[in-house]
Structures are given as C-alpha cells and as structure tokens.
C-alpha cells in the first residue's frame, strides 16, 4: 500500500500542541509544500495550535518561505531553534514576546534528536559555557514569557558542562529527492544530507509519526539500499511536492553542481572583486597552514574560499561546512551550505560530532560586535533575534578563531596605490564598552587556551591576557582617527605594532602560497618589518 498523500491530508495529522521537529538550512531539507498546507488549513480553522516548533539551523529566504509559513499567533506556542532570522514572522512573533523562544546552539538540537532516538538522558556537553546559553546568564531563553529551564550547570568529575534536556517527538518533517511507495528516502538532488535520520528515529522511538515531502516517486522495490538515507520503515507519509516547493537552497531550484553531480570548471567558481573585504579575507587566508581543516562561515569568511580559488591553491587546505560538507568551495550567499567540487557528505550531527571532538584546525567566523575581553556577539542586537547558528560548537572547539569583518558597519574604503582610505565612515560601532548578548567568550577562550584574531580592513587585533591587543594596521590608515576614535573603549596596543603585509593591497595578490607553506614572502617575512611606521603614528 502507497504511504503517498497530499500536504493537506499531512497537515490534517498535526494535533493541537504537538512538538514539531524540523530538518532544515534555509530552504535545504525544508518541506515547504508540506509547510504551505499546515498554514492553509490554521489560516481556515485555527488548528493545528499551540504547537512546539523544533529545527536545528535556519529556515526561510528572508521573505516568504520557510518558517515563514508558521510564524502567526497561536500556531506557535513555543520555538527552539538555532537560528531564525530568515524568517520574518517568527522573527516578529519573537520580538513582540508572543511566543516562548530558546536558541540552542544547533549542533546541540543535531544531536538532541539521536539522544531521544536512542532515549538517552539528553546532551551533555561543555558546548555553551559562559554564553548566553549558559544558564549562569541566560539560558538560552530570549522572550521574557519563557520560563522553563531546558538548559542546566551540572558537575561531572569536577568538570563544569551544560545538561541539554530531551522531550519527545510528535512529528518529524523531513525530505529527500526520491520517495518509493514505501517511504524510502534518498537525497540525490540535495544540497546537503542534513538530520533526516536521526529526526525521523526521534520521531518514531517517541511514538510521532513521519512525514517526508520528496521531488519524485519511484516504484516499490526499485531504489538501490545504498542509495537510500531514510529507510521506509521510518517513513508514514510522504508528500509528492511541486518543483517550486523544493528549492535546492534558498534562491536555487537545482544545481547538479550543488547536488555534487557534476565538477565544475575552477574558473567558474567566482572569486570576490578587489574590495576592500577581499583585504580582509586575504589577511585572513595568511593564518592557513598546509593540510588545515577549516570551517568558514557566512558573509565575508565565506570569501576566503574565493581566495584560496583565486589563488589555485585547493589542494592545500580542506574546507568544510558544518551541515556536513568536506572539500570543494563553499557556495556563498543564499546558496550557502552547499558546496562546489564537494569530495564528500555526511550528516549533519556527525559533523558536529568531529568539530567539537577538534577536528578543526581553524575557523573563520563573522564579527558582529566585540568587547575589549574578547567576546563577541552574533547572536542578538537590541530587540533584533538572529541566533547563533553552530556559531557556539563551533568556536569554542575549533584549535583558532578567527573573526572576520569591517571595523564599523555600513562604512565604506577604497585601496590607491596600496593603501587604504575610509571614504565613507560606518554608522554602528562593532567594538563596543558592553555587547548585547555572549555568543563568543572571551574568557572560556583564554582558559582553553585557543588562539583568538580579529581581523578588519583597518587593522588585526589579537585576544591576549583577556584584552585585545592591537598587532597590525593597515596602510594609510590614521591609528587615532580611523580606529581608536572608532572603538568604544582602548584597546592595548602592541609595542611591536607592524603594518598589514602591503601585498594584499594589491589587486593581484600572488602571496598565498608562500604564507601556507612557508617558503617566505608570507607571515613570516611581514612580521620581521622594521616598526619605522610605527614609529610615526603613537
């Protein structure tokens, strides 16, 4: 017998105050048809109401897709997610304190979904220490009508960790590129494999119930085992979707180069324009050593991959992304998660497995705002929601952080003649006397030891004895005026302050390569400079 129905007869399955739990990256994974129809039918009747929404990572396209969908008063009574600023009405139901919302660090919520699976205590973990997660703080609680405690301090061998309590699944939205009549799943046109399996396990070890949307329908019996991701036994419903409602990412249909069928040529993997954020991702580049693997996050760390592009230097690095990715270029932008030239996929939840076990040797992250200890926020701006995404698992077990970003926001410069010049100055300070929220700590950092830069077209900062330290400025720019007239507070300055290597001032920079491998003109020979400028500007 065929499990296949249609998405209302899917949305007709969701009871009032059912706990939901979603696998998602923006549009990657999500069951947008599926979505479309539960909005249809509360928008008739008001049912399903009061229900718990649970996903691990983003979900929407900023506009209307996605979470969107569910975002009305009284269809949600309760978000946990990683992050959610793709999808501007739950973003506004949060705002406006209508519903209870937790942001949990998604590996965390990755992971949850095996330990109820395999009905385990939940997640212990040290993943959360001395951010906002950390009830110590916050909690992870964001509206001021959320109170139940999901998060706990426990002592285990004299060892601090955070206790992720588990709760049980009622339904499980997953997808997949191929349904047969009997549910079997698998993902060759996805982007990314994400957490169907452990979700769809959650779901049924709960006594929930599955339901997965696909692109296409096959026969019983005619889908390579291999082949398949979700096994139909997992599997109670699946939804046939319309090709508009399974977008590959958030503003791509399908990409075979996504979907890892093809390689594309090197040249038609874009490289960023001679900007002054390609000075900061080239400066960034420089902390890479041969055989490295690497994460990279959205925004401008995502455009140190156009530079190891730029520079054909692949072979020399691994870059990974935290939905599960290894090798090629991370696609950027709204196609983020995927990757071009991938050499492998695996889920979700493993991924996170091997970044917090410190399989990476260094990541690249954004810089939203910093203090003078070194934390840093990303997570929440005033009354505007974002979450921290794998921001948390990430960082806090990476071997080096690396922040990356414009030193104000909206500013604007140009490079004459190797040399920087702030043309438009930015309205919003990063480095501020207090951030709104700890996504980052500067002191777990400092106690692990781990290695902390932050990196900006004006200058470099390192995290040192709990302050940041100025080490590098950039040429033709004003210590005084451009930066410390731009910071909320001193920062220390180094009394070895070097200047930026000029190389990457160029247009066409050719230095990488040297830096990775050591073979001089890289790191090395720019931190031997002579402090002549430095002498002219303290």
């Excluded at 060892?159 to 997808?175: G, H, M, N, S």
């Excluded at 769809?200 to 696909?214: E, L, Y």
């Excluded at 691994?318 to 996929?345: K, Q, R, S």
């Excluded at 005084?480 to 200047?499: A, H, T």
């Amino acid at each position: 017998m065929s499990k296949v129905i249609t998405a209302r007869e899917a949305a007709m399955l969701i009871r009032d105050g059912a706990t939901i739990g979603a696998s998602t990256q923006g549009l990657s994974g999500w069951a947008e048809e599926v979505a479309i129809a539960v909005e249809d039918r509360f928008l008739e009747s008001g049912h399903p109401k009061d229900v718990t929404l649970v996903h691990a990572c983003t979900c929407g396209d900023y506009k209307k897709r996605g979470t969107t969908h569910l975002g009305h008063e009284g269809l949600v009574k309760r978000l946990i997610c990683g992050h959610t600023l793709s999808s501007p009405n739950m973003v506004n139901l949060i705002e406006q304190n209508k519903i209870e919302c937790y942001l949990i660090p998604q590996g965390v919520i990755c992971q949850l979904w095996r330990a109820i699976a395999g009905k385990k205590v939940g997640v212990i973990t040290s993943v959360g220490l001395g951010t906002y997660v950390d009830p110590r703080l916050e909690g992870g609680k964001i509206t001021s009508i959320t109170k139940e405690d999901l998060v706990s301090l426990i002592d285990i061998n004299g060892q601090e960790q955070l206790y992720y309590k588990p709760f049980p699944v009622d339904v499980a939205l997953i997808r997949g590129t191929v349904a047969d009549e009997n549910g079997n799943l698998t993902m060759d046109n996805e982007s990314v494999i994400l957490e169907a399996l452990p979700l769809a396990m959650a779901a049924k070890n709960s006594g929930g119930i599955v339901i997965a949307q696909a692109q296409s329908l096959s026969m019983n019996h005619s889908l390579h085992p291999k082949r398949v991701r979700v096994p139909g036994t997992l599997v109670d419903h699946v939804v046939i979707a319309r090709p508009e409602n399974h977008m590959q990412t958030q503003q791509t249909l399908m990409d075979p180069a996504l979907a890892g069928h093809i390689k594309v040529p090197l040249d038609k993997i874009p490289t960023p324009p001679f900007h002054v954020k390609k000075i900061i991702a080239r400066r960034a580049s420089m902390e890479l050593k041969a055989g490295d693997v690497i994460n990279l996050g959205v925004g401008i760390p995502a455009q140190i991959a156009g530079t190891i592009a730029e520079e054909r230097l692949f072979d020399s690095v691994t870059i990974t992304t935290e939905l599960g990715v290894f090798g090629g270029i991370p696609a950027d932008g709204l196609d983020f998660g995927g990757a071009y030239n991938a050499e492998a996929m695996i889920d979700h939840s493993s991924m996170f497995d091997y970044y917090e076990g410190g399989g990476l040797d260094a990541t690249f992250v954004g810089l939203a705002q910093a203090d003078r200890c070194g934390n840093v926020n990303v997570s929440k701006f005033g009354n505007r929601v974002a979450g921290p995404g794998g921001f948390i698992n990430i960082t806090q077990n990476s071997k080096k952080v690396v922040f990356c970003g414009m030193f104000t926001t909206g500013s604007e410069g140009v490079v004459s003649n190797g040399a920087l010049c702030i043309t438009k100055e930015g309205q919003g300070r990063k480095f501020v006397r207090e951030i709104d929220q700890v996504t980052f700590s500067g002191e777990y950092a400092m106690k692990k030891g781990t290695p902390v830069l932050f990196i900006t077209e004006r200058c470099v900062f390192k995290l040192e004895n709990g302050q940041l330290l100025l080490i590098e400025i950039a040429p033709g720019i004003d210590l005084q005026r451009d930066i410390l007239n731009m910071m909320e507070f001193k920062p220390r300055i180094s009394g070895k302050l070097k200047v930026m290597d000029p190389g990457i001032f160029q247009p066409v920079w050719g230095g990488l390569e040297a830096s990775i491998h050591g073979t001089g003109d890289g790191r090395e020979d720019y931190y031997k400079m002579a402090d002549a400028v430095t002498v002219g500007i303290l």
